[in-house]
C-alpha cells in the first residue's frame, strides 16, 4: 500500500486551471482519470489525510504511485478529454456503465448504393442510420414488415441480392410488392435511396406530414375513379398507422427527448434511458455498474451522458435531456452535448406536467431494473454460498451462519417508535418469519435503548419456547416471564391462534399442535443496522439472559463498516465481497419492514377520532354518526337525545359518545400555509 505522501506534487506545481488528471499505479497503469475546473483545488482533495477520505476514495490514492495532469483551455475540453482518456485506458476506479443486454436497433444502411433495412447489435457503424434501441429483435421485424408495404426498401443480404442479381430473378419480396427490386433494375439507385430517406424520415417521428400527402393522394385517386390504387393508397395509411401505434404517444408537443433516470445503493447503480422521438418512445434501454468511486447522482448522470453520446453526433444527440439532477458543472456539460449534436441542446430536471410525469415512469424502470439485478445475484446458490462463508471467516465464527436475524429500529423525531425483525436463511429471506415490534419500555428517542429492549424481548421469548419444550432444563435468567408481546400490538397470543398470512403475506410456519412458531429458532448471527452503541446495547441484552452462543455483529450504513462487540475497530469487507453484499441486503429489508410498519402506524394515528375510544361503537355506526351530522364538531354540540335519533344508536351508546367527545383532547387546527387561515373542521375528517 502505498503513502500518497511520497508523490504528491510539490507546492505551486499544479496549475490553477482547468484539466484532466491520471492516477497510475506502481506498474504505471491508469486506475483513475477524473476533470476539475481547478486541478489544484481538486488535487488537494486527495492528498488530506486519510483518515478524512471516504473508503473508495482511500483505496485509489494508496493503491496509486503517481499522479500526472494535462492542462485544457476550456471545462467542455476536460469533459472530451476525461471520456476520451476513460474509454482508452478503461480505468479500475472509474464508473463504467455497461449495457447489461446487447440491445438490437434498426439500422438503415446509408453507406450502401443500395441502402438495406436491417436489424443490427453491437458497436454503431459509420454512415448508418440506427432507430432504437428495442426490447427485442421481433418488434424491429413486425415494425418493418408493416413499413415495407409502402417504404419498399431492400432487406436482403448481399449474397441474396447479387445473385437475383446474376439471375435476373428478384427474390420474394420483390414478387408480392415489398421490395421494389433494384437487383433487377425495377428502379434507379436515386429511387431506391429516396425510398430509404422517406423510410428514415418516418421513423425519426415526421409520421403526420407523409400520411395526411398518403390520404390526399388516396382521395384524389378516389375522384379519378382509379380504386383500385385509391384501395392500396388506403392499406398503406392502416399500415403505417398500425406501424406508429406500437409506440405510445407520451408526449403531446412531438418532442424529441432523452429522459434518463437513476436507482443506486451504496454498491451499484442502474441507469435507465427512454428515447423519445416525435411524441413516442421509441426506445429503452438500461445499465447497470458497480459505484467503484465515490460519487452521487450527478456523477453517476455525467457518466451516463458520456457513455450514451461520446460516440454520436447530430440528431442521435436529442434537442431535450431530462435528467434526475444536473451534473456538476451543467453549462459545459450542455455545451459538449450542444457541440456533438450541432445546435443547442436543454439540459435539466422536468418539475411539471407529461415530462415529469414519464420521468417517474423512467424512475420506475430503473428501481425494477436494479431489484431484478440485486435478485439474480442473490438468486445464485454459489454466491450465497460464497457470501455465508465469507461472513463467517470475516467475523471469526465456526460455521457459516445459516440463520441470519437481522433487527432495525424507525420512527418519526421520536414519535410512533417501532422495530422490525427479518429472518434470512441460507442466503434467502424468510418473510413468514418476520416480526415487528412497538418500543414499550419508554419514549422518546434513544435507539440504543430500543435496540435493547427489542433484544431482550425477542430472546427471552426464545428462552421460554425452549422451556415450554424441554429443551431447556432449568429456567432461564430472566425475571419471570414476558408480559410484552412478540409483535407488533399487545401480548402474545394464549389459545390456539388461526392460520393467516402476515404482513407480508407469507404463511407462518406452526407447531404440531396447530400452535405458530414465533422464537423457537435462534440464529446463528444477529447483525443490527447500526454501529457500536447498537452492537453494545444487543450483546448486553444476550448476556443479560444468559446467551452466549449467538455472534452478534452491526452493519454501519454510512460507510458500510461490520462493527464487533468489544472491538475498537470495525471489519471493512472488500467491496466486491459477496459477503458484504448479503449483509447489506439484510440490512435494507429490515429497514425497509421497520418504516412501512413505522408510516403505518403514523398513518393509524394521524386517521383516529374520539369515537375510537367507544366501546362498542362499529365503523358501521361511526359512519351513520357523522353522516347524520355531518362532522365530528358538530356530533360534539348535539345532545344526547339528538344522539339517539341515529338508527342503531341506543341512549346508553349516544351517553358514551357525548362523554368520549367532551373528554376528548383538543385537536391542533390545521393551518393553510399559503395563506395562514386556520381551517375549520366541517368535513367530518379526524386530525391527531
Request: net charge negative; glycine share 8%; with cysteine.
Amino acid at each position: 500500500m502505498a503513502d500518497p505522501s511520497s508523490y504528491r506534487p510539490k507546492p505551486g506545481q499544479i496549475p490553477d486551471s482547468p484539466g484532466v488528471y491520471k492516477f497510475r499505479d506502481e506498474h504505471r497503469r491508469v486506475i483513475y482519470v477524473g476533470k476539475a475546473k481547478s486541478l489544484r483545488q481538486r488535487l488537494a482533495n486527495y492528498f488530506q489525510d486519510l483518515s478524512g477520505l471516504h473508503p473508495r476514495t482511500r483505496t485509489m490514492v494508496t493503491t496509486a504511485a503517481s499522479v500526472e495532469w494535462t492542462v485544457v483551455s476550456t471545462e467542455v475540453e476536460a469533459l472530451q478529454l476525461e471520456y476520451s482518456w476513460i474509454k482508452e485506458f478503461d480505468p479500475r476506479f472509474n464508473v463504467k456503465y455497461r449495457d447489461d443486454k446487447s440491445y438490437p436497433y434498426l439500422a438503415v444502411t446509408l453507406n450502401e448504393e443500395f441502402p438495406r433495412v436491417q436489424v443490427m447489435r453491437g458497436a454503431k457503424k459509420k454512415g448508418v442510420r440506427y432507430f432504437g434501441p428495442y426490447g427485442h429483435a421481433w418488434a424491429i421485424r413486425e415494425t418493418v414488415d408493416l413499413m415495407l408495404r409502402v417504404f419498399p426498401v431492400r432487406t436482403c443480404s448481399t449474397g441474396v441480392f447479387k445473385n437475383a442479381a446474376r439471375s435476373g430473378r428478384p427474390c420474394l419480396l420483390g414478387y408480392i410488392g415489398k421490395c421494389s427490386a433494384p437487383c433487377v433494375g425495377r428502379v434507379t439507385p436515386e429511387e431506391h435511396r429516396e425510398l430509404a430517406d422517406d423510410f428514415c424520415d418516418f421513423m425519426a417521428g415526421r409520421t403526420g406530414t407523409y400520411i395526411r400527402r398518403l390520404e390526399k393522394d388516396m382521395m384524389a385517386a378516389a375522384e379519378e375513379m382509379e380504386y383500385e390504387r385509391a384501395a392500396r393508397l388506403r392499406d398503406d395509411v392502416e399500415a403505417l398507422k398500425r406501424a406508429m401505434e406500437k409506440s405510445a404517444v407520451v408526449l403531446a408537443d412531438a418532442t424529441d427527448a432523452d429522459l434518463i433516470a437513476v436507482a443506486e445503493d451504496e454498491l451499484e447503480a442502474a441507469v435507465q434511458i427512454f428515447h423519445v422521438r416525435g411524441g413516442r418512445v421509441r426506445g429503452q434501454r438500461g445499465w447497470v455498474t458497480d459505484k467503484v468511486e465515490n460519487v452521487d447522482t450527478s456523477g453517476l448522470v455525467e457518466h451516463a451522458l458520456q457513455q450514451l453520446y461520446g460516440e454520436e453526433t447530430g440528431d442521435s444527440v436529442p434537442k431535450e435531456v431530462l435528467v434526475p439532477a444536473l451534473p456538476e458543472d451543467p453549462e459545459a456539460v450542455s455545451q459538449w452535448l450542444a457541440d456533438r449534436r450541432g445546435s443547442q441542446v436543454s439540459l435539466r430536471i422536468p418539475q411539471r406536467g407529461d415530462k415529469k410525469d414519464l420521468m417517474v415512469t423512467v424512475q420506475r424502470n430503473a428501481q425494477q431494473a436494479l431489484g431484478l439485478h440485486k435478485t439474480k445475484r442473490a438468486s445464485d446458490l454459489t454466491t450465497r454460498s460464497r457470501a455465508l462463508e465469507e461472513i463467517a471467516e470475516a467475523l471469526g465464527l465456526d460455521t457459516a451462519p445459516l440463520r441470519i436475524e437481522c433487527f432495525d429500529i424507525s420512527h418519526l423525531q421520536g414519535d410512533d417508535v417501532v422495530a422490525s425483525m427479518v429472518v434470512f436463511e441460507d442466503g434467502l429471506a424468510r418473510k413468514g418469519e418476520y416480526r415487528r415490534f412497538q418500543i414499550k419500555g419508554f419514549e422518546g428517542q434513544d435507539d440504543v435503548r430500543s435496540m435493547h429492549e427489542v433484544i431482550s424481548r425477542r430472546f427471552r421469548r426464545y428462552l421460554q419456547e425452549k422451556e415450554r419444550t424441554g429443551e431447556w432444563e432449568e429456567g432461564p435468567a430472566t425475571d419471570g416471564p414476558a408480559t410484552d408481546g412478540p409483535a407488533a400490538d399487545g401480548p402474545a397470543p394464549t389459545g390456539p391462534v388461526p392460520a393467516g398470512p402476515d404482513e407480508d403475506g407469507a404463511a407462518e410456519p406452526r407447531e404440531d399442535d396447530g400452535r405458530p412458531k414465533r422464537f423457537a429458532y435462534p440464529p446463528q448471527l444477529l447483525v443490527v443496522d447500526g454501529g457500536q452503541p447498537q452492537v453494545a446495547a444487543a450483546r448486553r441484552a444476550l448476556d443479560e439472559l444468559g446467551i452466549d452462543d449467538i455472534a452478534v455483529c452491526g452493519l454501519a450504513k454510512r460507510l458500510e463498516e461490520v462493527w464487533l462487540p468489544d472491538d475498537d475497530d470495525p471489519v471493512v469487507l472488500p467491496r466486491s465481497s459477496e459477503g458484504l453484499y448479503l449483509l447489506q441486503r439484510v440490512r435494507d429489508e429490515a429497514h425497509r419492514f421497520a418504516i412501512t410498519y413505522q408510516r403505518a402506524k403514523r398513518a393509524k394515528r394521524i386517521r383516529s377520532s374520539p369515537l375510537d375510544a367507544v366501546a362498542g361503537l362499529g365503523e358501521t355506526r361511526k359512519q351513520a354518526l357523522i353522516k347524520h351530522f355531518g362532522s365530528v364538531k358538530k356530533l360534539k354540540q348535539a345532545t344526547i337525545d339528538e344522539i339517539c335519533e341515529v338508527p342503531g344508536i341506543g341512549r346508553r351508546t349516544a351517553e358514551s359518545v357525548a362523554v368520549a367527545l367532551a373528554t376528548a383532547v383538543p385537536a391542533t387546527p390545521a393551518v393553510n400555509t399559503a395563506t395562514g387561515e386556520i381551517i375549520e373542521e366541517d368535513d367530518g375528517g379526524s386530525t391527531t
